[in-house]
């Protein structure tokens, strides 16, 4: 039966009632008040470490993101961590629960297609991970000017804007992740379950399991180790297997692009850096080169877990 009409018809609809129901839910004002104190707990510490460098340092604002302070990590770091749970937080009921409340049969009556229906829900889950790291970000803004005294330049402000657009397409991919197990699962608790499980091996117990597989594909040179160097191919297999993280990718990217003396990213040779001078900045669009791969890896993972997510919903029965 050939469907009538536009498949997208309905999706604003869609887009502003979940919105609507993100920000005024009770499970999300948890969330962003979790990720708002420990951030600030982090810039405070950061802000007490720069205030002996304000005259010397051209990247005050830069440094705000990436300093840390014993025993919180930096604020790049608390956000890579928390990021995830705000978004697995909000995608990981988003159709098993219209399944469970008996909704989606209803919905899918009105002329709103499927694609509408999925495409609403990751646009209005997008818009509120946009709408948190946003406030967050200009928070960070307005305590660097209270507390530093120093206004930020335009390099500083479009390297810190590249900073929130990679943050939103970072938590874009656990927002997909789950959705998917929200349509593969038809209990919420499983859906969250499998979603935080999944973040926890792909950010704390990947890093650990990496070198250890890349070993055993690439078994280290007897030679290097004698002079106690890694194996190139053993270093090359490990950075490609930690790079399979999404948390790996985020914090290259946010390397690359806040800390503008970084020039390579992963293992470094010798004739990389042939007449480089050590410690000078990169131009803004240089850094961006380097973070490009890990950010365009980043959107092709969001891309790749949406698309499977709508597959599998689009072949789902929907019955009364």
Do not use: H
Not at 173 to 199: H, K, N
Request: glycine fraction near 8%; proline fraction near 6%.
């Amino acid at each position: 039966m050939r469907r009538e009409g536009s498949p997208w018809q309905g999706l604003g609809a869609v887009v502003l009632k979940e919105l609507a129901d993100n920000l005024s839910s009770a499970r999300m004002r948890v969330l962003e008040w979790l990720i708002v104190l420990t951030a600030f707990a982090a810039l405070y510490g950061a802000i007490g470490q720069l205030r002996d460098t304000t005259a010397e340092d051209p990247f005050l604002l830069l440094r705000l993101f990436t300093v840390s302070r014993s025993p919180l990590p930096s604020f790049v770091a608390i956000l890579g961590f928390l990021i995830p749970l705000m978004a697995i937080g909000l995608g990981f009921d988003t159709i098993n629960g219209e399944y469970n409340r008996r909704t989606l049969s209803r919905i899918l009556a009105q002329p709103i297609y499927r694609d509408a229906l999925m495409m609403g829900k990751f646009l209005a889950g997008l818009a509120t991970l946009a709408v948190s790291l946003t406030c967050m970000w200009l928070l960070v803004l307005g305590l660097a000017l209270l507390f530093l005294g120093v206004p930020p330049g335009g390099e500083e402000i479009a390297r810190s804007l590249v900073f929130l657009i990679v943050a939103i397409v970072y938590g874009g991919v656990w927002l997909a992740l789950a959705m998917l197990l929200s349509v593969i699962f038809r209990s919420p608790a499983t859906a969250a379950l499998v979603a935080l499980g999944i973040w926890l091996l792909l950010t704390l117990i990947w890093p650990m399991l990496s070198p250890a597989i890349a070993s055993v594909i690439a078994p280290p040179d007897i030679r290097y180790e004698a002079l106690g160097l890694p194996t190139p191919e053993t270093l090359e297999w490990q950075q490609m297997l930690a790079r399979l993280s999404p948390n790996n990718l985020f914090g290259e990217a946010m390397l690359a692009v806040l800390s503008p003396t970084t020039r390579a990213l992963g293992a470094v040779f010798i004739d990389q850096l042939q007449g480089a001078i050590l410690g000078a900045p990169l131009p803004f669009g240089q850094s961006l080169l380097i973070a490009w791969p890990q950010i365009v890896g980043l959107i092709a993972a969001t891309i790749m877990l949406f698309v499977a997510a709508y597959i599998v919903f689009q072949r789902q029965e929907i019955r009364a």
